[in-house]
């Protein structure tokens, strides 16, 4: 479980999170939705541990965060990965990292190459791959240290429409397959209402709305009209005044 009670980051001369609370239930999801500045990236880098509130706390499973926790992985807006190495190296990179013995590290990112349907793309680097191939990569690092919270920052805004559908879909079935609590930031409605049990629509720094989605994790959920009376009703929540 991540509680985060009342929260504040602030910049030099600006507030992006102002008295931030909210309970994320464990091996759940979470989407977090709001325009651009206000506060999503801020809150995701706090929850990573990557910055340090300016007050508030933030307890995951009842201990309280300082710093980066093991168990948890982010996957940045760009998809972070090392352009100077090959796939393969960017995957196995973490779990190098890990101490892991090479023979072990071989079995898993092949597994997860394959799984991710990337093993003709192991030799080859960052630049040389599409954006969904990228993404896909950075899926599979963050994966490869199987944690229990997986942190997105806007997973598939830089992603055409289908190849958008492809990811959405393939996050979705690393849920389902895996014991892990999700949390995804995103200022794109469909996916928030697709990957989200529970959607939090955020303006300046703050939650405006908390709405929980009936139609979370259904398979055919895009095909339903129910799935766009929802995204009708997190889009007034984002264009309402005040
Ligand atoms: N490193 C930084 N230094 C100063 N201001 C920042 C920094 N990062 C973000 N901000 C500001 O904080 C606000 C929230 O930013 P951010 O969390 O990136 O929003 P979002 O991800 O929702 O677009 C924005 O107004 C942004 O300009
Ligand atoms: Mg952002």
Not at 156 to 161: F, G, V, Y
Not at 220 to 241: P, Q, T
Request: hydrophobic residues 40%.
């Amino acid at each position: 479980m991540i509680e985060i009670k009342d929260l504040s980051v602030s910049y030099e001369n600006e507030v992006a999170l102002r008295n931030f609370s909210l309970t994320i239930a464990k091996n759940t999801t979470c989407a977090i939705i709001g325009q651009s500045g206000c506060g999503k990236t801020t809150l995701l880098y706090a929850l990573a541990g990557l910055i340090q509130p300016s007050s508030g706390t933030i307890r995951i499973d009842g201990q309280t965060l300082h710093g980066v926790r093991k168990k948890t992985s982010l996957i940045l807006q760009d998809y972070g990965l090392l352009p100077w190495k090959r796939v393969w190296d960017n995957m196995a990179f973490p779990l190098k990292a890990r101490g892991l013995k090479a023979e072990e590290i071989e079995l898993k990112v092949s597994a997860l190459l394959n799984s991710l349907s990337l093993s003709e793309y192991r030799n080859k680097f960052p630049a040389e791959l599409s954006g969904g191939q990228k993404q896909r990569v950075a899926i599979g690092r963050a994966i490869a240290l199987e944690p229990d919270l997986l942190l997105m920052d806007e997973a598939s805004s830089a992603l055409d429409a289908l190849t958008r559908e492809t990811i959405q879909n393939l996050i979705l079935n690393i849920y389902k397959a895996q014991n892990l609590t999700l949390v995804l930031v995103t200022h794109n409605i469909e996916e928030a209402v697709f990957l989200g049990q529970r959607i939090v629509v955020m303006k300046q720094g703050e939650i405006k709305h908390i709405l929980d989605n009936p139609y979370f994790g259904l398979d055919h959920g895009r095909d339903s009209l129910e799935f766009y009376k929802i995204c009708l009703e997190v889009r007034r929540w984002l264009n309402e005044e005040a």
